[in-house]
């Protein structure tokens, strides 16, 4: 059960990113260039599911590179067995703070002009993967804070922490993937529910936020105030 949980919120984790400020953006973009392809719908379907593919194996790979070098590492790898469990508490707490706007941070990143965008939507199916590994690699602080913060610990404490960042980059694309379907099957209003979802991300981030810091608080009691105590 406890597995289970982890794997859904991995998946959540995804999702949440996906319709985060910062993401959606680059979730509408990839959901723009999609649009111009409506008169062919199978294109469509496969360019989404290119995109989506896309995000997962830049997640998987980037997931796999960071677990097994600190896995390989005995001294690194001692280190999380030991306190893994005691750092979870405050790491969440502080992705809770930023997904609640308390805390902010800021990252360089890289970026693609529209032009570059435009040539690699237009090159077809492997362009729309390109695309969906590039803006995936496009961190900025939510996504961050969601993956190097949440994810990455969340695997690392698990045996099966290398699907982690599979179900991850499946959640992030998972909007665009659902839009190209629609647009597959003829639905072609999905453009006005997927820009619909920038109004009910704030209240969804600070949800997951509010669970963050709570989670985090009983972690941090638990594992850090009670074994001070024994």
């Known amino acids: 059960m406890e597995i289970l949980i982890s794997l859904v919120t991995a998946l959540w984790l995804g999702i949440l990113t996906s319709i985060s400020p910062c993401p959606l953006a680059t979730n509408v973009a990839a959901v723009s260039f999609l649009s111009k392809k ?50 979870m508490g405050p790491l969440l707490i502080l992705v809770g703070l930023f997904l609640l706007d308390v805390l902010h941070l800021n990252l360089p990143g890289f970026s693609l002009s529209g032009k570059k965008q435009n040539q690699l939507a237009e090159s077809g199916v492997f362009g729309s ?31 099966f922490g290398i699907i982690f960042p599979v179900l991850y980059g499946l959640g992030t694309g998972l909007p665009v993937f ?53």
């Not at 409506?38 to 796999?64: C, E, K, N, Q």
């Not at 600190?70 to 005691?86: C, E, G, H």
């Not at 602080?141 to 913060?149: N, T």
């Not at 999905?190 to 963050?212: C, D, P, S």
């Open 38 to 87: 409506i008169d062919h719908p199978r294109m469509v379907l496969y360019s989404g599911l290119a995109y989506t593919f896309g995000r997962m194996m830049a997640y998987m790979i980037l997931g796999i590179l960071i677990i097994f070098s600190l896995a390989s590492v005995p001294v690194v790898a001692n280190f999380f067995q030991t306190y893994i469990n005691k750092l």
């Open 178 to 230: 659902i839009f190209a379907v629609g647009i597959s099957l003829g639905v072609h209003s999905m453009a006005h529910w997927f820009n619909q979802l920038a109004k009910i991300e704030i209240y969804m981030r600070k949800v997951t936020g509010v669970i963050f810091i709570l989670v985090g608080g009983y972690y941090t009691w638990a594992y850090i105030f009670l074994t001070m105590q024994l």
């Open 129 to 159: 993967f390109a695309l969906g590994v590039i803006f995936a690699l496009s961190f900025c602080p939510i996504s961050a804070a969601l993956f190097f913060g949440s994810l990455i610990p969340l695997a690392v404490n698990n045996s």
